[in-house]
């Protein structure tokens, strides 16, 4: 893999479990805003929206079914030390480590706290 890969829950998805309502998952929104707003830095990762329903087949291909919550970064090339490993394959899935990351490999900028 030649790129970072950011998988997010595709928004304005329905549940089950809450007929009727329509949803975007709070974790990825965060991180869907930074690529909305730098959409030039977007463009150097590669994104895949995928649906709430599990199983998420393209997640579990790339990094195993017990994997599967979102959103989820998959590195390329050298990782940090705190990054996840199935199969040789690192990613990480805490949603601020993620935007370290984008900003730390991708030059996103980093959220004020």
Do not use: W, Y
Not at 38 to 53: G, K, S
Request: proline letters at 9%; one cysteine or more.
């Amino acid at each position: 893999m030649a790129r970072d890969k950011l998988f997010l829950i595709s928004p304005g998805f329905s549940d089950p479990k809450h007929p009727g309502t329509t949803f975007a998952c709070p974790h990825c929104n965060a991180i869907e805003g930074l690529l909305a707003s730098f959409p030039d830095l977007a463009a150097r990762i590669d994104v895949e929206r995928v649906p709430f329903a599990r199983p998420r087949q393209k997640v579990i291909d790339a990094i195993g079914e017990e994997n599967q919550s979102l959103p989820v970064l998959i590195l390329a090339g050298e990782a940090p030390a705190d990054a996840g490993d199935r199969n040789g394959t690192r990613f990480v899935s805490a949603t601020d480590r993620i935007l370290e990351l984008l900003s730390e490999r991708h030059g996103f900028p980093r959220l004020h706290k």
